[in-house]
């Protein structure tokens, strides 16, 4: 097979790999201080319809749109955020869970948007390099962030809220930042994503998503700022390259599929916290345990 | 109307037994239990292969199947909240272990049933119907009710009377002044997961009779609404999640009657939003908010 | 290099060494390869199962008859989940890896609206054998063709011959609303009824994730309709005949094209007894083609319903399109021979294609009798 048919198979499985990797940083950013906001689903929703309307009833330039649907979810989510940052943990989780749920059953309903249906015959935008283009932009945001005084309030306030509160540091507006920053990151994954498959539809946007970024986001680790993109790189490919084997199995790929994302979660939760960018260190580690030597990081 | 409160009060039982399992957990060990939906489903299944393979009647069917749930919640337990309890976060993260628990056992019964939904065989149970009122009552679901109702009065009693209730109450209380009174803590918290999920399990058989379907994905939906449960039902209090249950139950199907049934979940997930943000403890909810 | 930079690196390399393994080589010159995709997993799957069955049958049929001149059909089968995104992959792998002259399915209207523009813009035929969504499908563009009847083609004819025996002044609806076929059926059956000048007394709404519908089925039967439509996929339209039953409602049901299926009567049981199904596919007809369709089916342990009907007519109609094009096999060569076919036997009868590319033939109604589907005569 040429170069050029292998292209163009791929090709989808690379886009999607570049807007997991979207998708996983914005549910990176919320972890990044301890919180875990489960809402970038409807987020994505927002953003994807957003920019879907302005494509098809205005002539409005592609970048315009993309804009668009960055802003509306981040907009969006300071009305969301004020309420809801004040709860911990599972409340968080589970607040924003029903948040997302909200915005899909509305636009399930929505009539001017053809309700569950969904919007169709959305022209082709995206391409391959705006995808890519927009992951390095957020890379970008996310690498300035991390080595700023901004990073490392972020980090005090992942460690512990309340000492860092009492160091003087403003818990709440940091956190509300890294939400709508999410929400733009998940806006413009979804922009990217309406562009590209022609369509969009309330079902693409339902509490399995984000459940999918969030392994996303855990396999591939949130200790660096790119981890959440190797897991997304990872998890996205895993499913190709399975289905090769599956056949061979007797097993179907659907399930072959869930079960290796559930399996490779739970272990990576249970034995590599830190996720697949923390192995090198852990190995290195291990090995030098072995040899008996002092370890230093 | 007396159709549609009838209608409400057996899809709150359902829900309400769902929950309690829920809360019952989350009570003891501030955990949620995301895999509790996957014993839901799988206990449906295994009461469906009973049933259709070994030819057993339902009423030998229901407690194997209910049984098999709480062993399948000491299973969870062991897997994917034992190695978790030393960890700082590790309610956040016995919440992505449990998500990735549900998932490996979802792919299972994927894998080995296939994707369709199937429903129990016709006869299994009997099919009088009763006419109450205006209403068409059919016997499963006056069973169904019963039973629900009967499990809920048995796990309080248990919780009030009981030795292990009160060891379980202990450890919901502080684990560490349990453990200093010499309580196996670890051993509660496995008798809770056991008890926890065999509701679970029951829920799931229920559901599958009551609504002549099994299917992989069937504990999705009811996940979801389980929170809404147990969040305005209070976490941890378990008559709060009873009431919720059957609140939700009468509310969802007043809302589909009126409003149209596209308007049906948004209602369970407005409410456990507004709870959230407005009185985070629920109807009667005690506890506190606890920190993450 | 950072260390967790080298796992991304790893990662990379790992996906290139997946991708650079060789899938199927070109066809043999005198193969025509045919990509067939169907939803063999997700809440389609009933309906796929029936379709896989089909064109194997049809391909297998097609190559013994040996009336190709020496071509033969081979078929490359995917599954597209019921899911548009795998769907899209799917399609994509069939015209660029596999190199398929066109390509049968998929399955639901929903995820043809998805992956069929992307056969478009590379210039591949699809027929669709299962989408019913009218001004749709089609409508994507001179690359799509259908062979399936549109519910706006069924529904009517058959809603027409329902009044005539049963005779009924009002009705009550009951639809999915997230779905793309469920939706269009409900369109077309009010449509249908405004035209009749049946009185449409109330119109309730489910999602396809829905297992209960009690809420649903007691508000409209207080309305007391003649007889009740229904438009839903066929997973749930076992528990809504079910339950509708149950809650003791006694009178007529139909059902739209999620109804054709042998499942149906399944999950449904005593309670699918009476209902009624506008049919694209007249399984009584009497044709040979028809009868030796069924027979060969049954044969190989599928007891045929339309949905395999249409798939195997869908290969048929492939197969003559190769033959009208010159016996040539070429992505352009069978887009012209399409336009061609007229007239052609096929189990659901002679069929031709519309100017719109649409698919043409006459319909009928069943009804369910001792547990197995029968044309109303």
Request: with cysteine; aromatic share 8%.
């Amino acid at each position: 097979m040429s170069a050029s048919d292998l292209w163009l198979t791929y090709q989808s499985t690379v886009a999607f790999v570049g807007l997991n990797g979207l998708l996983a940083l914005s549910v990176y950013t919320t972890l990044s201080c301890g919180q875990l906001s489960l809402a970038q689903a409807g987020f994505m929703a927002v953003g994807a319809y957003a920019s879907a309307l302005l494509t098809l009833h205005t002539s409005a330039p592609f970048p315009v749109v993309l804009l668009a649907g960055a802003l509306a979810p981040a907009l969006l989510a300071v009305p969301l955020g004020l309420p809801v940052l004040r709860l911990h943990g599972v409340f968080l989780a589970i607040a924003t869970i029903g948040f997302g749920e909200v915005v899909r059953i509305f636009f399930v309903n929505l009539e001017a948007t053809n309700g569950a249906l969904g919007l169709v015959a959305i022209p082709q935008r995206t391409s391959l390099p705006t995808i890519y283009l927009a992951l390095l932009g957020a890379l970008f945001v996310l690498w300035r962030i991390r080595g700023s005084r901004a990073g490392y309030a972020l980090e005090a306030i992942r460690q512990d809220e309340t000492a860092a509160r009492t160091m003087g540091i403003d818990a709440n507006a940091y956190k509300l930042s890294m939400l709508v920053l999410g929400a733009a990151f998940a806006g413009l994954a979804g922009a990217l994503d309406a562009h590209f498959n022609f369509m969009v539809a309330p079902e693409s946007y339902s509490f399995g998503r984000v459940v999918d970024m969030l392994v996303y986001a855990v396999v591939g680790g949130s200790a660096a700022f790119y981890g959440p993109v190797v897991g997304a790189a990872f998890l996205t490919l895993l499913p190709e390259i399975l289905r090769e084997v599956s056949g061979p199995l007797g097993l179907e790929p659907g399930p072959l599929r869930l079960f290796v994302n559930g399996l490779v979660l739970l272990l990576v939760v249970l034995f590599l916290p830190n996720g697949l960018v923390s192995l090198p260190r852990r190995l290195r580690r291990w090995r030098a345990e072995r040899r008996g030597e002092a370890y230093a990081p | 109307m007396g159709q549609q409160i009838a209608n409400g009060v057996f899809l709150g039982s359902i829900y309400a037994l769902f929950a309690l399992g829920y809360t019952l957990v989350f009570g003891v060990l501030d955990i949620l239990n995301l895999a509790h939906q996957a014993v839901f489903m799988l206990c449906a299944y295994l009461a469906l292969f009973l049933v259709l393979h070994l030819h057993l009647p339902m009423f030998a069917a229901f407690p194997v199947a209910v049984g098999a749930g709480g062993l399948l919640g000491l299973g969870i337990e062991r897997v994917a909240f034992r190695p978790l309890r030393g960890r700082a976060d590790s309610n956040v993260s016995g919440l992505i272990s449990s998500i990735a628990l549900a998932t490996v056992l979802e792919a299972l019964a994927l894998q080995l049933f296939g994707p369709d939904v199937e429903r129990f065989p016709f006869g299994i149970v009997p099919d009088r119907s009763l006419r109450v009122g205006g209403a068409v009552i059919s016997e499963l679901q006056v069973v169904i009710v019963a039973i629900a109702l009967s499990m809920l009065l048995a796990l309080t009693w248990l919780l009030r009377r009981t030795a292990l209730g009160r060891r379980i109450r202990a450890v919901a209380e502080s684990p560490k002044a349990a453990r200093v009174l010499g309580v196996n803590v670890d051993r509660v918290i496995a008798s809770s997961f056991f008890l926890s999920s065999a509701l679970g399990g029951a829920a799931g058989v229920l559901f599958g009779l009551a609504f002549n379907s099994v299917s992989p994905d069937m504990g999705r939906a009811v996940e979801l609404k389980g929170l809404a449960v147990i969040i305005l039902g209070g976490m941890g209090s378990m008559p709060g999640a009873a009431l919720a249950g059957f609140a939700l139950g009468l509310v969802e199907v007043f809302t589909v009657a009126k409003l149209g049934s596209s308007y049906r979940d948004a209602v369970a997930f407005g409410v456990l939003f507004l709870v959230l943000v407005l009185r985070p403890r629920g109807l009667l909810g005690a506890r506190a908010l606890r920190e993450a | 290099m950072r260390p967790s930079l080298r796992i991304a690196a790893a990662v990379a390399g790992m996906a290139f060494a997946g991708c650079t393994r060789s899938p199927s080589p070109s066809p043999a010159a005198s193969a025509v390869r045919i990509g067939a995709v169907f939803s063999l997993t997700g809440n389609a799957a009933a309906y796929g199962a029936q379709q896989k069955a089909a064109v194997q049958l049809a391909v297998d049929d097609v190559n013994k008859g040996n009336t190709l001149r020496g071509l033969t059909l081979e078929l490359v089968l995917e599954d597209d989940g019921t899911n548009p995104q795998q769907g899209i992959s799917v399609f994509d792998r069939l015209i660029n890896a596999n190199k398929v002259s066109a390509i049968i399915g998929p399955t639901l209207s929903t995820l043809a609206e998805a992956a069929d523009p992307r056969a478009q813009a590379q210039k591949t035929p699809v027929v669709a054998v299962s989408n019913t969504k009218p001004n749709a499908i089609t409508t994507i563009g001179d690359y799509i063709w259908r062979v399936s009847l549109t519910e706006a083609q069924v529904i009517p004819s058959a809603l027409a011959l329902a009044r005539e025996k049963l005779g009924f002044k009002t009705a009550a609806l009951l639809y999915g609303d997230d779905d793309a076929f469920t939706k269009a059926g409900f369109d077309v059956m009010k449509s249908a009824l405004e035209k009749a000048g049946v009185k449409i007394l109330g119109i309730q709404t489910f999602s396809t994730k829905d297992r209960d519908f009690d809420a649903q089925l007691t508000a409209l039967k207080g309305l007391k309709p003649d007889i009740l439509l229904v438009s839903a996929l066929v997973e749930q339209a076992g528990s809504i005949a079910v339950q509708a039953r149950q809650l003791g409602y006694t009178g007529p049901l139909m059902g739209g094209n999620g109804f054709n299926s042998t499942k149906f009567i399944q999950l449904a049981g005593p309670a699918a007894e009476g209902v009624l199904v506008g049919t694209a596919w007249n399984r009584a007809s009497q044709e040979p083609v028809n009868q030796a369709f069924i027979a060969a089916m049954k044969a190989r342990g599928t007891d045929p319903d339309q949905f395999a009907a249409q798939a195997y007519s869908g290969v048929l109609v492939i197969a003559e399109a190769i033959r009208q094009a010159g016996f040539k096999g070429g992505r352009e060569d069978i887009r012209e021979g399409l336009a061609k076919v007229k007239d052609l036997p096929t189990p659901l009868g002679r069929f031709s294609f519309l100017p719109n590319r649409d698919g043409d033939h006459l319909a009928a109604v069943q009804i369910v009798r001792g547990g197995k589907f029968e044309i109303l005569q």
